[in-house]
């Protein structure tokens, strides 16, 4: 998922096709390395003497990595590599940070990261948009896709799509695993369906449009993330697939172009794969909580909300009991530290991207010249082809300001 679905998912500029695979490599690469050290300082910073290198160290690099791509989608095409690198060694601090503050201290349950990743990722990537915002980028005539770039951008659709269960049920265990992978699956194939539905609906001559079909089709996966491994009932999951697949196809058609005219130029829409279907998953993820009892879950209900677990496990259980004596928080608190989670990862996401843009914009950092947006060669060695002339003649574009011919 990190280094083929979301590098090629990014492909889709038809002129920025080596850069978003290239730097998509390059940034999970490094951030994995990055990540195991801030991840293992926080995890374990009132007592450090040490970071752990095991499979789960490596999963939750390999997932920061994600996040940090999900951001890199906001500013595509707009950033230097030196501005992407620092971007990526700010965020990695500021997401360990707040991982750590939603998992060890609130104790939400996010399974599949929608509130911890995708909403840290989305929105942390929209502030930073915000900071670099130049009008210049809106609308620029290499920010287009071809025939070719669609096409390669829907291989990494469709990895994304076959993996996206193992992404949500990755550190799950036993039941809950199985639950995991069950309630994505549904939820993804419910948001197909719907996305292909709603985008012809858009359409004025009933055709579908690309980006719904790249990007749409898996918000479902993101919606249903945090509550995946809960006793959540499949027609719920198709359901939230349903309204996910609505919510994003609208968004690319009405949300982004708005979020354009307010200096939020987000040229992959994030928020409308990854934002707006996180904030429904939070939503979800209460809701079930605020319902979850020892009656139905037994003892699994602990290592779902580990906040909820009683000192004492070897209480006598009667028959009516719903739930475990001495819980240190009830269903109804457990909800409310779901959307405390949200709250405070909107907070610090929004926060930290904007001082990180803000800190990316100083001119040390190589910022891209006007002419050189969306393009490739500005970055690499690219062939003698269409791309390669359109570039020399953008460049003599931004350097003839005007030409008089006499006569």
């Known amino acids: 998922m990190i280094f083929v679905g979301f590098g090629f998912l990014m492909t889709f500029l038809s002129k920025y096709s080596y850069s978003s695979v290239g730097f ?20 374990s910073w009132h007592h450090f003497t040490h970071i752990d290198i095991n499979m789960t160290a490596l999963i939750g690099a390999d997932i920061c990595a994600a996040a940090v791509l999900i951001s890199f989608g906001a500013v595509l095409g707009k950033t230097s590599p030196l501005q992407l690198f620092v971007m990526a060694f700010f965020e990695v601090i500021f997401y360990s940070i707040n991982e750590t503050l939603c998992y060890e201290y609130l104790k939400i349950s996010d399974i599949g990261g929608s509130i911890v990743i995708h909403a840290f990722g989305a929105y942390f990537g929209l502030a930073v ?3 670099l915002y130049r009008k210049e980028a809106v609308n620029h005539p290499n ?23 193992s992404f949500n049920a990755g550190l799950a265990t ?33 055709r579908y449009r690309m980006v719904h079909i790249q990007n749409s089709t898996l918000a479902g996966g993101v919606a249903v993330g945090a509550s995946a491994n809960m006793l959540l009932p499949i027609w719920l999951s198709m359901l939230t697939g349903i309204f996910a697949g609505i919510i994003s196809v609208i968004g690319y058609d009405y949300i982004t172009p708005f979020l354009a005219k307010k200096r939020i130029h987000d040229t992959c829409g994030v928020n409308n794969l990854h934002g707006m279907p996180a904030l429904m998953a939070s939503v979800l993820s209460a809701i079930i909580a605020s319902s979850a009892h020892f009656t139905e879950y037994g003892e699994s209900l602990y290592s779902i909300f580990p906040g909820r677990t009683p000192a004492n496990l070897t209480i006598p259980l009667s028959p009516d009991l719903i739930d475990m004596p001495g819980e240190p928080l009830s269903a109804g608190g457990q909800a409310t530290m779901q959307m405390a989670g949200i709250s405070l990862t909107l907070g610090f996401s929004i926060i930290s991207g904007l001082v990180t843009g803000y800190i990316m914009k100083l001119s040390i950092f190589n910022e891209v010249e006007d002419q050189n947006l969306f393009l490739d060669s500005a970055h690499w060695e690219v ?18 300001k005007s030409v008089e011919v006499t006569v």
Not at 25 to 43: D, K, M, P, R
């Open 143 to 165: 920010e287009g896709s071809s025939y070719q770039s669609d096409l390669t951008s829907m291989i990494g659709t469709v990895f994304l799509w076959i993996f996206w269960p």
């Open 174 to 206: 036993g039941d809950q695993q199985q639950r995991a992978v069950f309630n994505t699956y549904f939820a993804l194939a419910a948001c197909t369906c719907t996305s292909f539905v709603v985008s012809s609906l858009l359409d004025r001559d009933g």
């Open 24 to 43: 998509n490599l390059l940034l999970a690469a490094y951030v994995i390395q990055w990540s195991t050290v801030t991840l293992g300082f926080c995890h």
């Open 129 to 131: 948009a915000f900071a």
């Open 383 to 400: 062939p003698d082809s269409a791309d390669g002339m359109d570039s020399a003649q953008d460049r003599m574009r931004g350097t003839i």
